[in-house]
């Protein structure tokens, strides 16, 4: 390619001059090609591990002039053909020029302009298809990167890094390059070469540690093996991007999310040195996750910038040291001391903001106003100017502020009239719907005589304890957050407030706020529907906390429906997932309708992320991470519950459901209230704390079911002295107390003693364990899905347990290619996680093709393409255009191991409509159609009148139904009998495929001399049956023709075909005459296929090594004959007669090194077309 001119004091230096003219230089690098010695190990070495770009393109043109002793380097090329172009470019149309010009600076200047030109004119013509700012050197090395891991141009590299990897004992020194897909390593050292690729959907742990062998290292492992990779300049930035691709990677086989950079990122204000636009996008993501995670911000909102500052806090009369953080829709401040202050400032609230006057005590000063008369004042902010000018840009994009919390910009399609009531009502929802204004508990109270009691009295008290709290550190989502909040969120929140204070601290009151009618809307879409999600809801309804009034009867029962519903509605990719009901049923009780429904979306898609999909992955994770938390707190305990079993069965209805389906009510709820606030550590801690209170009795267990009692019966008397409501009878304790009742458990005392013992645990460590379990839980479902296909496949096929998990691999992979390396469909379109797992992943015709060239054991050479067409349509059944794994090993299972006539059947049929496409099938059908026409007409009117008598019967008998759709299930045996009959050109297209089938095999002549045989035969066969199929007249006057002694009926065949038979055999003799007579000419004569010509048809020489493809139009020279057919029958039994094909077609075949050749071949797919430096050399000289 055309480079910028870069001076070079050295030409001869470690490259070799190979062509010359009095202008221009054409150079190889040492080491590179054939020969080099031991320079050129040494150089090559130099190379890689001086990230030298000679390693990736060896070839260079050097601009020299006679005077001067400074040479410019202007081109350079990865192989001799491209810098073999170049150099005919420079002599064609610059050499005449340039050697007319006197001065030898005005060549260089003159020559120098052109290159430029040329390379401005190729980024003018490539800026539209992409816009990136990498520097050069970046791009250089992924296009390195693409040539030696022959990775397609839509692979991008995100960043490359200087290590060792350790093969064996022995460090190699080269180079890691990180791509979106891959973990990619090259090492070239002395002459050793080491390659390795490794796809991040195979990853299965990805540790960073420090050993004696291996110092500070990487480890990567798989299925098979681990890689290990040290001596890194940052480990820790490798370590975190390393991370976030294998995060990308198993977000793909969860979901089948590919990935998409973004392209609204800004533009850095210079070009960084060696940072692709991917690594800042990267890097961009991980602060975006980290910023949402603290503030439980919505998962759209992008931080713009942050920077150190101090908040003046009236409450302590103090100035706050922390970070101010800048995004989209809010302004947030955290302090540098944990748990000090926390802020949230919705732009949306936003009334002023100013630059207040600076002092040396209160320097860059800046006061932000809100619509609820909070003042809140930062200083010692570094560049004020520009960060006031950055709140008033977002400011400006923000919402007018007299609509309050309502967004007018999302109440576009909604009515004004409508949109006017609901904010006038300080509602979000449609006035006009069902819905419930009020928490369920609020409905069944307000009617209730006051309670004066103890309780109560203590309940008032707490409410005026959040009142005090509120007048001093505000009220709603701009309170100031402090350890007071969370003292006063472990003493449980009031009932009256619970709703509020649940929607302020999940963020939930945000999202409701950025969204006003949402889920209006949602319930009116949702009415009516029905799924297999609405289904499920029904189901569940009557069980979701069936002990409490409110949910016994409709009013409670109505609004969980409208709110679960709504949800399936809004994330059909989660639906509705068991638990889902309790939890749902719990928020209804202190939450009005909607409010309980954003509450729902914040925990479903942001605090409990993938809990509720249909794998329950991420309370997987979380249980796995719950199993290495008690390893490090309760290593005894931990050794004998694994001996046991437990903690996979507790913990998992403990995470899904927040304790609320093992506890009493008022105890689980107070859980809940804590969960809100500090997220899912409250869960681990209460969870280790319950272990750990029942630790001895635990060790002193023999078996899983005293552990599961022991734990039951702990939680069923966990209690809350302090609760105001009647006590709820919890139907778990119900069914478990024994004689004598356990000793209760203050639930309080076990919140305060879960902080006490295990409060050091911090989110991002869990974050940090979640990662580490999401890898292992995720390639386990894998393997599951595997083991499952394979099981339920055994009985389908004949391949062995081996063969199928390689195919199933294999086939996979397909699948996952189309999902990073794009397709003609998307790859979320093809994988539907409700599928059983057979049907899970599906391939395209393209992709099916490929697997169908590397695995079929028919080769059939150019045909190869047309033939995998036909049997993709084929097998294709719902015409989707998709084939999943078990329609893939149902079609290569009957080529594999069918006995010959099954083999023969589904060969017959791919030459056969619906295999056929459109264009092939149309003449073909027109036959088809012809014999089969009259049969089925009087079948479909012979089943008409039925039809019309059992029309009313179905309507009225359900049973009908199920006896219809058990018949659909059973497996349909499809006999020879049922295929339909051949037409002439159909016959022909069957011979090309065969013909192309043989032209490999190690007996080609005499398969050919046979099918050549059969062919004739067919032929006649067909000319004779066509004057018995050519309507009712024809074939009576054929009968009566008939001589009176028949031929013996051959065992299968229908009497038409016996007759077609009877009469072929008078004309066998000449026939094998014929062919006899054609043994001794020269072989290339029989191949010329004169005998199939003998019948009727007049059929062009197919013996060429051309393509031969039906193309469903009439091909020139020839004549078809409509009414000539032949049934599949006719076709077995002549191919019976010929003992070469009966060996072909009966010959057991083995798929082992046709899997091996596939998954070698998958590396070569990669490379989308490069020549070899051989085939170079020879084209070269």
Known sequence: MWIHPEEVLLAGALWVSERANPFFILQRRKGHGRGGGLSGLLVGTLDVVLDSSARVAPYRILLQTADSQVYWNIACGSSRKEITEHWDWLETNLLQTISIFDNDEDVTTFVKGKISGIIAEENRLNQAEEQEEDCGKFREAELKMRRLFGMPDEEKLVNYYSCSYWKGRVPRQGWLYLSVNHLCFYSFLLGKEVTLIVQWTEVTQLEKNATLVFPESVRVSTRHTEHFFSMFLNINDTFKLMEQLANIAMRQLLDNEAFAADRSLPKPSKTLKNVSALKRDFDARAKNERYRTMFRLTQDERLDGHTDCTLWTPFAKMHVVGQLFISNNYICFNSREEDLCQLIIPLREVSIVEKADSSSVLPCPVSISTKNKMTFLFANLKDRDFLVQRI???????PDSSWGDVSPLSLIGHSASAASDSVQKGQHFHPGLPTVSQGLLQLYHKDAPEDLGPKAMKEKMKEEAWNIHFSEFGRGVCMYRTSRTRELVLNGIPERLRGELWLLFSGAQNEMAAHPGYYGDLVEQAMGLCSLATEEIERDLHRSMPEHRAFQNETGIAALRRVLTAYAHRNPGIGYCQAMNIVTSVLLLYCPEEEAFWLLVALCERMLPDYYNTRVVGALVDQGVFEELTRAFLPLLYEHMQELGVISTISLSWFLTLFLSVMPFDSAVLLVDCFFYEGIKVIF????????????????????????????????????????????????????????????????????????????????????????????????????????????????SAFSIEE???????????????????????????????????????????????????????????????????????????????????EFITGLSGMYHGDMTEKLKLLYKLHLPPALCPEEAESALEATNFFTEDDRGEERKAGCGDCEDKKEDRLKDYRYYLRMWAKEKEPKTETIKDLPRMNQEQFIDLCKTLYNMFSEEPLEQQLYHSIATVASLLLRIGEVGKKFNNGGKRTEHAAQALPPDSPEEEEGGSGESQVCRALAEAQLEPAAQQASDEETKDDTSVSSYSVVSSGSLQCEDIADDTVLVGDGGQRQGSVLDVDWSITFEQVLASLLTEPPLVDYFERKRDIGSKIVACKAQRAVERQTSSTSEHELAQASV
């Open 392 to 398: 008033s840009d977002f400011l400006q994009r923000t």
């Open 804 to 886: 199928l998990e390689e195919l199933y691999c294999l086939f996979k992979s397909k699948h996952m290619t189309s999902c990073y390396w794009g397709s003609s469909s998307s790859a979320a379109d093809r994988h539907d996680p409700s599928l059983p797992y057979l049907e899970q992943y599906r391939i395209d015709p393209a992709q099916f093709t490929q697997l169908f060239s590397a695995l079929a054991p028919w080769v059939c050479g150019g045909h190869t393409s047309t033939l995998s067409a036909r049997l993709f349509r084929l097998l294709d059944q719902n015409q989707d255009g998709l084939v999943n794994f078990k």
């Open 685 to 796: 801690q209460v969870a280790l704390a319950v272990l750990h209170d029942n630790m001895e009795a635990l060790l002193s267990c023999n078996d899983e079911g005293e552990a599961m009692t022991i734990l039951g019966r702990y939680l069923d008397n966990v209690v809350n002295k302090q609760t105001v409501a009647p006590p709820i009878p919890h139907l778990h304790a119900l069914l478990t107390s024994g004689d004598e009742p356990p000793p209760e458990i203050d639930v309080f005392e076990l919140i305060k003693s879960s902080y006490e013992k295990f409060g050091s645990l911090r989110s991002d460590v869990i974050e940090q364990m979640r990662f580490k379990q999401r890898l292992k839980v995720i390639q386990s479902l894998e393997d599951t899905a595997k083991r499952s296909v394979v099981r339920a496949m055994m009985t389908e």
